[in-house]
């Protein structure tokens, strides 16, 4: 079963407008979550990361959101730019009593357009 | 993808035959992982080690095995190749905090 999940596979947005990526979550043991951005032939780079104890976190153009009662959340970048247009992957964490293992969502292609 | 190397970069393999895919970190961190992406999937865990000397099956271990040479070297081993493990594999080793991953550039592996 899916623990993570991306139900959208690929979003388009304008330059300058606002991206929102979503990410819904199932197992109620996570305790951490993490944004990763991907370019091709390349290995996932860190984005931004939120702890359940907390509702938003805010880094520069990125901001996540945490809503744990719906196990959703969310990644926005404002203003979008071109150069984000990448795959991004949600992932959740147990924390060290899991081993600090990672269980991703399969990604949604972001396509930032002139 | 800093202090995260991995090799070869990409390789192709006959059914049957095998391979040693090499991770190294040099973050001195204790725990790396093993990850296999594949299209629609996500990264799925193939299999992890938390310290030198222990290692543990993730979400899909079937077809590997791995070796903790030391602190810094984490392999992953195909006994027997199959077409169901083309793919593109990962390593990873953690970040600034224990939470986050840093993840290497990958091998890209083709079975036929």
């Known amino acids: 079963d899916q623990q993570v999940k991306q139900n959208s596979p690929s979003l388009s947005v304008q330059e300058g407008r606002i991206s929102i990526l979503n990410c819904d979550y199932t197992?109620?043991?996570?305790?951490?979550f993490l944004w990763y951005k991907k370019y091709p032939a390349e290995g996932p780079t860190f984005l931004i990361s939120?702890?359940?104890?907390?509702d938003k976190n805010e880094d520069g153009r990125f901001t996540v959101f945490l809503n744990k009662s719906a196990k959703h959340l969310s990644l926005h970048i404002v203003p979008s730019q071109p150069g984000d247009s990448a795959v991004y992957f949600c992932a959740a964490s147990e924390g060290t009593g899991g081993g600090n293992k990672l269980t991703f969502g399969t990604g949604t292609q972001l396509k930032v357009e002139l | 993808n800093a202090g995260v190397t991995q090799t070869p970069k990409f390789q192709v393999l006959k059914t049957g035959q095998s391979m040693t895919l090499q991770c190294a970190q040099d973050?001195?961190?204790?725990?790396m992982y093993w990850y296999r992406q594949d299209p629609g999937m996500g990264l799925r865990l193939i299999y992890y080690s938390a310290s030198e000397g222990t290692t543990d099956k993730g979400e899909v271990p079937n077809g590997y095995n791995v070796s903790r040479l030391n602190k810094r070297e984490f392999s992953l081993r195909l006994e027997s190749a199959a077409p169901s493990q083309t793919s593109v594999y990962f390593c990873a080793s953690p970040g600034q905090s224990s939470y986050e991953q840093y993840f290497g550039p990958g091998t890209r592996l083709t079975v036929t």
């Open positions: 197992n109620s043991m996570f305790d951490y």
């Open positions: 973050m001195n961190h204790n725990s």
């Open positions: 939120i702890s359940s104890i907390k």
